[in-house]
């Protein structure tokens, strides 16, 4: 069985391996260019990988949109690795972080071959379905802050 560590990016060099395994997963197949599985707002973001046998086989990233909001995006486990709960526990860690962030509602882009993956871990759909670099995604939210409703206290009765 795989002995797996789940943290965050600790150096450069594993956040270079971690784009590399991004890039294999999430735009290679499409036929994009390398480079293509950054964007401008992964300075600041919190970068969480899936390690196994010294290898990057799985990676997610969470970023904070407001101060209740933060947005989890770029969710890649390596195919041969696929539907073993490595994405379950990706997942899992960065709803952990994003309640560390106070965040009360995190948010994310499925694509709709992944939506019942992000329901079984409690987001629900939001919004149409549209189309994103041609492959058809839907945006899904989860509520991490339990809003608690205010006790209602009967007086005590004289007796």
């Keep these: 069985m795989l002995q797996l560590d789940i943290r965050e990016v600790n150096n450069q060099q594993?956040?270079?391996e971690m784009f590399?395994?991004?890039w294999l997963v999430?735009?290679?197949p499409l036929g994009m260019e390398r480079g293509s599985e950054r964007d401008d707002r992964e300075n600041g973001a919190c970068h969480i990988i899936a390690k196994?046998?010294?290898t990057i086989i799985g990676s997610g990233r969470l970023r904070e949109l407001s101060p209740e909001l933060g947005s989890i995006s770029y969710i890649a486990v390596l195919p041969e690795f696929q539907n073993q709960g490595?994405?379950?526990k990706l997942m899992e860690r960065l709803i952990a972080e994003a309640k560390e962030k106070n965040f009360k509602t995190v948010r994310l882009m499925s694509r709709i071959n992944?939506?019942?993956f992000y329901k079984n871990l409690?987001?629900?759909e939001k919004d149409n379905p549209f189309e994103y670099l041609g492959i058809p995604h839907i945006f899904m939210e989860l509520k991490t802050a339990v809003e608690t409703a205010s006790i209602q206290t009967k007086p005590a009765s004289a007796g």
């Design 14 to 16: 594993e956040l270079a």
């Design 20 to 22: 590399d395994q991004r």
């Design 26 to 28: 999430l735009r290679s």
């Design 52 to 54: 196994g046998d010294r």
């Design 86 to 88: 490595i994405g379950t």
């Design 114 to 116: 992944a939506v019942k």
């Design 122 to 124: 409690g987001f629900i």
